[in-house]
């Protein structure tokens, strides 16, 4: 029976956590990426952006921050990895796009992961991974609405039951489970949301825009 993986970056590197057709499921995490997904696997999402403009802010950032909010991160870009530090981002963005086109903080601390997506990315291989959002995901499984804030009790409480009824039944064992490697509790709840999608997910935002490499830029829900 085939995994589906779902991948995060969190602050010491990735994690995966993995499901199939059946229920079976597991959680791994690794400093890269490359071991992860050499995991067998039919499918993989991961919530990092895939396919980068050199300026401006991507039309499924767009259209998906619409619905979930500032929970969409906007303005990854290609060189964005390049700069000493947020305020020589800014200033290059802003100087070329206009004020207020920057990054945020959120942004700027996950660049190191997208340049890490980047690097292994290639069209092909968008065949079998791609991108996703956690809150979009959260979004539809719920009937398409927001839930409450993912930092509340009630917030994480209602996403571990969508995950819960979808298959990942252990995932409130491995959240107790998790503390001595470092994965955040949203890491851990986020890859379940990708893994989800990559097994069950029929909708995406974007497409039609592809970056200089020639990968899509996409979110699948």
Known sequence: MPNYLGLDGFRFGWVV??????????FDYS????RLLALPHAGAMIDMPI??????????DLRARELVGPAVFLGARRDL??????????????EREGKGRGVSAQLWNIRDKIRDVDAIMTPARQA?????????IFWNLAGRVRLAKKTSAEGRGQRIALLQQRGFGRLP??????????????????????????????QRFGGEETDPRGLR?????
């Open 81 to 94: 990895w390049t700069f000493a530090d947020m305020a020589a981002a800014n200033r290059h963005y802003w």
């Open 128 to 136: 079998t991974i791609g991108e996703a959002h956690p809150e979009l």
């Open 17 to 26: 956590a993995w499901i199939d057709q059946r229920g079976d499921h597991g």
């Open 51 to 60: 396919g980068l403009k050199w300026s401006g802010y991507r039309i499924c």
């Open 31 to 34: 400093p890269g990426l490359a």
């Open 217 to 221: 830029m996409e979110i699948n829900y």
């Open 173 to 202: 064992t491995w959240l107790t489970q998790r503390h001595s490697t470092g994965i955040g509790g949203d890491d851990l709840i986020d890859a379940c949301a990708c893994a989800i999608a990559a097994r069950d997910s029929t």
